[in-house]
């Protein structure tokens, strides 16, 4: 089956500054990648996805890139705020599938 | 427009107790799911049901039963729950038939002494 490593665990950065957090996968079927949110106490929000067809997309400060080749994707966010401290999830799956496998999570930090 | 509902939102037994996790959504979704979420192990799937009157095994099924009441409920039952159970449960749902944007459930919080 698939599975998913995702790096770091923890992230801490300053206001302002970017982040980025990587995920490898290890089946080359898998083509549809999404990335979810979990603030703390919550539950799990969609934030951006992206399909094999495409090798990046971006939605305001969010950007997620994906290596099929190397299958490896990130998600980039830009000029970071300290409502983004969260633990964030990547995923992977084949598109019209069910089996969604996430990633470990990373626990982002905003320091203001 | 509730989206997903689950209860309870904590509960704690006794290893060998049962017990029922109930999941409504109010979306007219067609798919729903069972996770557990684990310290550093992301989101696992247990059970899900594509459609209503099936349900079908993710990757950890054992010491769990699931059942697809109607198209807005699904619930998962624990028959003897056991320590390695406790974990914070979470259902969700989709359009459509497939995993495409779920909308999770505020989780459940289940302890097993």
Redesign the interface.
């Known amino acids: 089956?698939e599975n998913?490593e995702?790096h770091p665990?923890t992230l801490s950065v300053q206001e302002g500054d970017s982040a980025v957090i990587k995920c490898t996968y290890s089946d080359s079927a898998s083509n549809?990648f999404?990335w979810?949110k979990q603030e703390l106490g919550?539950?799990?929000?969609?934030i951006i996805?992206i399909r094999s067809n495409v090798g990046e997309k971006k939605d305001q400060r969010i950007a997620v890139t994906l290596n099929k080749t190397a299958k490896h994707f990130s998600l980039h966010i830009t000029e970071t705020q300290p409502e983004d401290s969260a633990v964030y999830?990547c995923?992977a799956?084949i598109?019209?599938?069910?089996?969604?496998?996430?990633?470990?999570?990373t626990r982002l930090m905003v320091k203001p | 427009n509730a989206g997903v509902t689950q209860t309870p939102k904590f509960q704690v037994l006794k290893t060998g107790q049962s017990m029922t996790l109930q999941c409504a959504q109010d979306m007219n979704h067609n798919s729903m799911y069972w996770y557990r979420q684990d310290p550093g192990m992301g989101l696992r799937l247990i059970y899900y049901s594509a459609s209503e009157g099936t349900t079908d095994k993710g990757e950890v099924p054992n010491g769990y039963n699931v059942s697809r009441l109607n198209k807005r409920e699904f619930s998962l039952r624990l028959e003897s729950a056991a320590p390695s159970q406790t974990s914070v449960y979470f259902c969700a749902s989709s359009t459509g038939s497939t995993n495409e944007k779920l909308f999770f459930g505020s989780g459940t919080q289940l302890s097993v002494l």
């Open positions: 089956g998913v995702q665990s549809y999404p979810y919550k539950r799990p929000q969609l996805d999830f995923a799956s598109l019209g599938g069910n089996m969604l496998t996430f990633g470990g999570g």
